[in-house]
């Protein structure tokens, strides 16, 4: 039998061995794998279906024409809302229609002029609302490389005959100008980022993955690495060594790793919306192509075989793993590991002398440095504590628990870092959310009357016959005066007629003709949204030949739940180019990044909730080992579990202490860059009482399993 095959048949027998702790090593690491794999195919297939729909949105982006270049294509970009979700409505007037590339993806011809081509969410939307589909007669579909997603609302329409565009019409030779950096986005694009949701994807699942892997490659690390060491001890070279242990690790994660991958493959065709999210994706999205697929696999393969290689020779390395009988001693703790923390603190404190981006800046890398810093520090941190408490108690058990932790605090909190980093991430996240939520107050919405305001083609606009569309509206006109004193702020006027007004109001608009009452310019500033004075005095009521492409007409009418629908349905079936912009439209609206940000902490409690799982049954393997040396010198049972659980609650409370300590500094320091945002205290507090929620569990499982009867 050559040394080849006589590696391969000893790492099956160490993988595969009838040992207890070996067993468990087994079943733990396969189960790890499983989780690892599955969530890396899970966060692959998202960030890669990103990276697919940013092609389809840089390949719709207008290519702008260049001097001199004939363009093929007329746009104009305007929008239109349903639900407050505003949507692209793309007109378009083709300068040569049998031209294929002034089309624009997903459209396979051209309209009827006056027609529209809409995307297949906006289809099945106005499928079941009545409402939505009188805004978009006989509407084609586009086809879905033309859409971001299903569930994305967009609309083309072929400008009518005799129709007019609004103002900032765009001359363009076809579309796909992103790709070379002449290009008018359509839509929005925060969602499909690649490059920065790819970064958020790293932290909120990368880095807790990582700590996964390495908790369950450390199962039973102490019995491997006896093993390890007596195999030296009789002359085993180290490349075959090496061998060794990348068989064992294969032998252990591969069923699991290819069990993952299968279950991916089943489960992920069948979501439509992205989990945790509650996006919709394309159908399949969620499963990358099959050499994405084995690719992930098998880097999740060599992730478990470095880890296992390195994890060897950190072991091999410390003075009490060197030779088949551990030796006596403490293993040392490097003063480096305070380092990141420090530095972290640092930029803290100078992001709490700063002001504006600066600060920002300094506190963002501030928190990024303290959620991978203190999980270094948290071994240095818990033996400071540990031996305080042994060198201070008179109480034995106490002064052994300890003991036990002062001598080895690395192998007690390293299952519990991923608990560290999310105390300190998620107060600063809270605070982050906090701000990006708040907004100016919206203003009391009059109970009697709302308007909308109209832009566009307002110079082709009959105002009397489309306000007869929707009875008992008042149209006027938007004027914007420059004050003639320096730096003060402009005003605005309305073009309408007093009595048009007063209808509309319920009351008396003006003190005299032509001046609008006090209480009513207020009034109508409010209704309006107006962020400038109102001028009281009035101009005449508009008419067509007055407006132009780049005015505003403010709409107004009796407040009812048709009144916006009506106008919007109105507006669209004109041949002229308009925007209808609601109180809706006007107000801030909550970051699409929201979504994604709960969804990441999801994946990342879960992450960290495993690897506190398999930490806590590792952790309670090792503390049946050292409980029959303790119950051999005359502890009783109950005694060993006390030690035991003392032992975990100071590991424990230096990892909580240390991460919400700094989760809650840190927050602080993010909340003072927004004195008006208030701090997220009740997140603060249900953050605590989940870390103290599985430090109970972590309690039970070490105080039964651990010591339970051999």
């Not at 624009?104 to 969410?121: I, L």
């Not at 990348?246 to 493959?265: D, N």
């Not at 082709?460 to 016959?465: A, F, G, P, T």
């Amino acid at each position: 039998m050559n040394a080849a095959s006589a590696t391969r048949r000893m790492a099956v027998r160490l993988a595969w061995g009838a040992h207890r702790e070996q067993r468990l090593r087994l079943v733990l690491l396969t189960a790890v794998a499983v989780i690892t794999t599955v969530v890396s195919l899970f966060a692959t297939a998202v960030v890669y279906s990103l990276m697919e729909e940013r092609e389809r949105f840089d390949a719709r982006a207008v290519r702008l024409a260049d001097e001199g270049t004939r363009p093929l294509v007329r746009v104009n970009l305007r929008t239109d809302t349903w639900e407050r979700e505003q949507f692209p409505v793309v007109w378009l007037d083709p300068l040569d229609d049998r031209d294929p590339r002034a089309l624009p993806p997903g459209m396979k011809e051209w309209p009827r002029p006056g027609g529209w081509y809409v995307s297949p969410g906006l289809a099945s939307l106005a499928a079941g609302e009545p409402r939505l589909a009188e805004r978009f007669p006989g509407a084609s579909v586009l086809a879905d490389e033309g859409v971001l997603h299903p569930g994305e609302l967009l609309a083309y329409r072929l400008m009518p005959s005799g129709g007019e565009m609004g103002a900032d019409i765009l001359e363009a030779t076809g579309f796909g100008g992103a790709r070379e950096g002449r290009g008018m986005p359509i839509g929005d694009d925060t969602e499909i980022d690649v490059p920065a949701m790819a970064l958020a994807v790293g932290g909120f699942v990368g880095v807790p993955l990582l700590l996964l892997a390495m908790t369950g490659t450390a199962v039973s690390a102490p019995l491997r690495a006896q093993r390890m060491a007596l195999l030296g001890a009789i002359g085993l070279p180290g490349r075959w060594r090496r061998r060794l242990l990348g068989y064992e690790s294969l032998l252990t994660t591969g069923p699991g790793v290819v069990a993952g991958a299968a279950l991916w493959c089943a489960v992920g065709p069948l979501p439509d919306a992205l989990p945790l999210v509650g996006r919709p994706i394309a159908a399949g999205a969620l499963v990358p192509p099959y050499w994405l697929v084995l690719s992930v696999s098998a880097a999740v393969l060599v992730l478990f075989a470095g880890l296992s290689l390195v994890t060897d020779q950190i072991r091999r390395t410390r003075r009490d793993r060197q030779s088949p009988r551990p030796r006596a001693g403490r293993p040392a703790l490097r003063a480096l590991r305070l380092a990141p923390a420090a530095a972290g603190a640092g930029l803290l404190v100078a992001a709490s002398l700063r002001e504006g981006h600066a600060a920002a800046v300094s506190a963002l890398s501030g928190t990024v440095l303290l959620a991978a810093g203190v999980p270094l520090a948290l071994p240095v941190v818990a033996r400071l504590l540990a031996a305080r408490l042994a060198d201070t108690s008179a109480d034995p058990v106490r002064m052994m628990a300890g003991r036990r932790l002062q001598y080895d605090p690395r192998s007690a909190v390293k299952p519990l870092y991923g608990i560290a980093a999310l105390l300190v991430v998620v107060p600063v996240v809270a605070a982050w959310m906090a701000s990006a939520r708040q907004a100016d107050p919206p203003a009391p919405r009059d109970e009697r009357v709302e308007s909308v305001v109209l832009r566009g083609a307002l110079d082709r606009l009959d105002i009397e016959k489309f306000t007869g569309q929707v009875p008992g509206t008042v149209a006027a006109r938007i004027h914007i005066v420059e004050s003639a004193t320096a730096n003060a702020e402009p005003s605005a006027r309305l073009s309408a007629a007093c009595s048009d007004l007063g209808s509309v109001l319920g009351d008396e608009a003006c003190s005299r003709p032509g001046t609008l009452r006090p209480a009513a310019a207020e009034r109508l500033r409010r209704i309006a949204g107006l962020p400038m004075p109102l001028d009281p005095k009035l101009r005449p009521p508009p008419l067509r030949e007055e407006l132009t492409k780049t005015d505003s007409l403010l709409v107004l009418g009796a407040r009812s739940p048709a009144f916006e629908l009506e106008l919007r349905t109105a507006a669209l079936r004109q041949p002229v180019a308009l925007t209808v912009l609601s109180e809706d439209d006007l107000a801030t609206r909550e970051s699409k990044l929201v979504a994604w940000i709960f969804g990441g902490l999801a994946v990342l409690v879960s992450l960290v909730f495993c690897t506190l799982a398999i930490g806590v049954v590792d952790r309670s393997a090792a503390g049946r080992r050292d409980a029959r040396l303790l119950i051999a010198i005359g502890l009783t049972r109950n005694r060993v579990r006390e030690i035991a659980g003392r032992e975990f609650l100071l590991g424990y409370g230096a990892v909580v202490g240390s991460g919400l300590t700094v989760g809650v500094i840190a927050a602080a320091v993010w909340n003072s860059l927004d004195p008006a945002v208030p701090y997220p205290a009740g997140v603060t507090l249900v953050t605590a009482a989940v870390a103290t929620a599985l430090g109970a569990i972590g309690l039970l499982g070490v105080r039964g399993y651990g010591t339970a009867r051999p």
